[in-house]
């Protein structure tokens, strides 16, 4: 039967020896106490309750899934007695604000105990993820009673929240939706829509929950500009904070998915339901964009966290399963003998620890953004979670469903089956790519919005750091393979992205261009991440099993990843041309 | 709802205009009287079933699955039905030798209407493809009173067949195989042993079920070679031909996979039932090969077949759904004037219509591989069918997959849920590159067998075909761009072949390239095929939209896919080394 192990070593080494968590986290008063043997013991408790209580519900959630009968949603069992200890343990707070009862943790952590919720049960870890990112959007834009009222709650676990964005003809153009607010005369406003797609919309373990709910104001503008966002609770709020009369909202139907069964997806109807504006009117979209950073990089540690457990159980597998003979040798050997094999766990693992680096990368510079005393510090750090944001959600995600494919791959027949629980790391981490944005979405994001931000001032700097890296690993000639395979790479990035500012600037040149260049984007920073980490196991002088595997990930990543970059760079160059040609009647 | 409509209109165009079918089969007393107009009122009937019986029972399928209660497995409604129609309709037979009560048609017409089966119902074409199967075995080694008690039911599609070969420790490695056989002195033998992952292995459609079994004699030699193949049927034969006495074999359970759930997938139980030696003792790896070609051909159009069921229903999607604008326009567009829904489409278009186009290249051949008049070709022909079938079964079914999973993309959340049955088609597509052999040792086949066969003489004369057209196609100007494409591409695959036969010719280097080579190749062959299509287009001045589509997309596989391959060549020169690094307890 396969099992989870939390990465926690990996995890160490990445904030320790290559991203100098300590250093940037003494810079930051709110942080400065943080130290790396907290954060580890943090990361180990963490870990043995994800192993422990989370991921032996993980098939049987899927199996069972969350059902609904005359209104009320049952969660699979076990999950809502693991909700209780997961809330009593106090992990819900993590990097929640202390002045609402959270832990106030750099997001680091918050992110790597993602990862391991994600790798250990992807359903259950929706649910924390998704009161968490109720709590940002609350915290940076309601008024100090709604505040007051509903984050204590929220962050201690007890309440949970949920997003109700979506509707049928709403998806990734929000600004058609059709969902009215109107004013009760009281300060707080009547609901009414359906939502499609809403997770954790109604269940069965906690005693409220807190939607989140976008709808148009009478006297709204059509279009993105005149949406406005609503906290509708499930049940009303007494006087004394305790859930008082229910709220005019109900579950219609669960959607039937292809995974995360355990997770109730929900088609949810607000029937004039009782809510309160959550900042401005008509600037909704502006509000949920404001934890939009957080929740695609929660979506893109999903990708990673499924990917790693995918791994696990593959290269367990490989080890142990005997078929085939090893070259040259004699009697049946285990399949990790074979080169195509190694192959498949090396792609997963090489895009897996960079993947981790790259998110932790950027959760330091979101603490930098939000609490470094320097107004400059903290404008280039936002410059560089907005760049990075889209590339996170996207590349963790495209490569944490392609390494669960492989990793399903490696066990052949009984990789299909559902005993050692690799389909069903297929099956969850493929709506990865899709909610929160679909991934072509993000590429969007990035080449239309983002590559020109503040005059490319973020690009710049992003680049500026991998030359950098490069520079200051000159003298290591052991890594002469892994920089030279970087340079050229970067180089390709280079040029696309030149004419990406020139003759491919038209919106349909970038968007023609979008998935392969955040693809190229994303290799380049991966490859850039391998260099740091090889350095670091060079510097360290690590000569243990870990950092020599590291030392050959690093260059597996070089010599059979990297040289996509050519190839791609090829296809961006080829413009919009073929794809635009074709009339749309002609599909 | 989604629906399926058979591409007869473009199998026409590939048999007629750019394969030249009836010039090919003129040649073949035993099909020169099959016209084109006959195959395609074939095609037509048969597109007609598929999208009227078949179809409409895709998704109950999938819901209701195969159940077993009582040793009996009850395929899903309506499917025993469906199945009566099919085989009183004479689908059956199409292909099947005449002597036995088949059509004795060309492959390429049964190829086509697996096709059709597969984009229809995956699961149901699995129980007459299977029967073809086993009757290619029993015809080519079975011994005249087994082949006249079989065939004739077997054919008229009266009773089914089922493949046992893969037990629980014996998967790609049948060498491991512990299933005995023990004479009973009167001629026949007691099978005895477990097989799991066995298709169609039990269920209510038809009066027997012939199972052919790979299992030991009692001197048998370790290893493949000592493997016979034996004939188990569920009920004995009486001697008039009916079913008699039930033979001790049973269904233990049922798989629970990922997808396909409507087909029975078994654990068979084989409890010293009696079987019938086919062909010679511990030949029975041989004897199972020799159908292998076939099963490989009709694995590889299952994933085509999915692919464009995928393809018809993003399509369509595409150019309903409204969402966001088209760039320089007001108000809301369909999605398909967003390039990057383009460049998934055209990506799905361009890997379905070559692999089409490949699979009837090579039904072609083995129509000349078996019944050409003359011996040089019959040789050759047979040459490039070992070279091809390979190539088809990974690169149809990883073509296949990428496509269900990017048909699932456009349709963004709604591609996750169960309503438009895009994720069925993902989980359906898995299966492809797993079973009758992973596309990893598809890939092995290609380089470490299939590059060196004859002396090489089959690949010189494929890519000599290849040449072949570059040169008869120079003084089109238009397709320039596709020459050019497919020259450096042909270029890079030259270079790591030659590089296979030199450099990287060990088994452990060949196997490290083995995937990637087989993805340059089929990019290659794919390349080659548009090239071909795009000028039978021209040739015949097809201006209609089809033709345009056909057209542009060339051009887009040429300037967006056929890129790939400079990567692809990258890798592979990059040699084992990298893989092979590591030691086994780093994973």
């Not at 106090?90 to 929640?96: D, F, I, R, V």
């Not at 997003?163 to 049928?168: Q, S, V, W």
């Not at 906290?231 to 292809?258: I, Q, W, Y």
């Not at 309160?276 to 950073?293: D, S, Y």
């Amino acid at each position: 039967m396969p099992s989870y192990t939390a990465p926690v070593a990996d995890m160490m080494f990445l904030l320790r020896d290559v991203l100098d968590a300590p250093g940037a986290l003494s810079l930051l008063p709110a942080h400065a106490e943080t130290d790396l043997a907290m954060i580890e013991s943090i990361l180990d408790e963490a870990g043995k309750f994800c192993a422990e209580k989370l991921h032996p519900l993980n098939r049987s959630g899927d199996e069972e899934g969350s059902r609904l009968a005359n209104g009320v949603v049952h969660t699979p069992k076990g999950f809502a007695e693991a909700y209780a200890a997961f809330r009593d343990g106090g992990w819900t707070g993590l990097s929640a604000s202390p002045e609402f009862g959270g832990q106030g943790l750099p997001r680091a952590v918050q992110i790597l105990v993602d990862e391991m919720l994600s790798g250990a049960n992807l359903s259950f870890g929706l649910f924390p993820g998704l009161t968490r990112g109720a709590c940002e959007a609350i915290e940076a834009h309601a008024d100090e009673h709604l505040k007051s009222t509903y984050l204590p709650r929220m962050i201690s676990g007890e309440w949970t929240g949920a997003m109700a964005l979506t509707e049928g003809n709403a998806g990734s153009d929000l600004g058609l939706l059709k969902a009215t607010a109107a004013p009760r005369g009281d300060g707080s406003y009547s609901v009414t829509g359906s939502k499609i797609f809403i997770s954790s919309g109604e269940h069965d373990m906690a005693e409220n929950i807190i939607h989140l709910v976008l709808a148009r104001l009478p006297d709204a503008p059509p279009g993105t500009k005149g949406i406005s966002l609503f906290l509708c609770p499930k049940f009303l709020v007494n006087g004394d904070g305790s859930p008082g009369a229910r709220n005019t909202l109900s579950v219609g139907a669960l959607e039937h998915k292809m995974g995360i069964h355990a997770q109730p997806t929900c088609v949810m109807n607000y029937d004039g339901c009782q809510g309160w504006l959550v900042g401005q009117p008509h600037r909704g979209l502006a509000a949920m964009f404001t934890m939009m950073n957080a929740e695609r990089l929660f979506v893109g540690v999903q990708g990673l966290g499924v990917a790693d457990a995918s791994y696990q159980t593959a290269a367990a597998y490989a080890k142990e399963r005997l078929q085939g003979r090893a070259s040259g040798a004699s009697g049946t050997a285990p399949i990790i003998a074979h080169p195509d094999v190694r192959r498949m766990l090396l792609t997963m693992l090489s895009t897996i620890e960079a993947g981790r680096a790259l998110v932790l990368f950027t959760a330091l510079e979101m603490d930098k953004e939000t609490t470094h005393p320097d107004a400059t510090t903290r404008a280039e750090s936002a410059g560089l979670v907005a760049l990075l944001t889209p590339v996170i959600k996207a590349a963790l995600t495209d490569f944490g469903f392609e390494a669960a494919v492989l990793g399903q791959q490696v066990l052949g027949g009984h990789g299909y089956i559902r005993e050692w629980g690799q389909e069903q790391h297929v099956r969850d981490a493929r709506i990865t790519q899709i909610y929160e944005g679909t991934n072509g979405i993000q590429a969007q994001d990035l080449v239309v919005r983002k590559l020109d931000l503040d005059g490319g001032a973020p690009l710049r700097r992003f680049l500026g750091l991998i030359r950098e890296t490069l520079a200051t690993t000159a003298d290591r000639s052991e890594l002469t393979t892994e920089r030279d395979a970087l340079s050229e790479a970067l180089g390709h990035l280079d040029d696309v992205t030149t004419r990406l500012g020139g003759a491919l600037s038209e919106v349909d040149e970038r968007n023609a261009a979008a998935v392969d260049y955040l693809r190229l984007f994303s290799l380049v920073a991966y490859g850039w991440l391998w260099l740091r980490i090889a350095d670091a196991v060079l510097r360290v002088g690590d000569v243990t099993t870990t950092g020599r595997r590291k030392l050959a990930t690093a260059r597996f990543f070089a010599t059979r990843m990297l040289p996509q970059s050519q190839s791609l760079a090829r296809q961006i160059a080829a413009g919009a041309a073929p794809l635009m040609a074709p009339e749309a009647s002609w599909f």
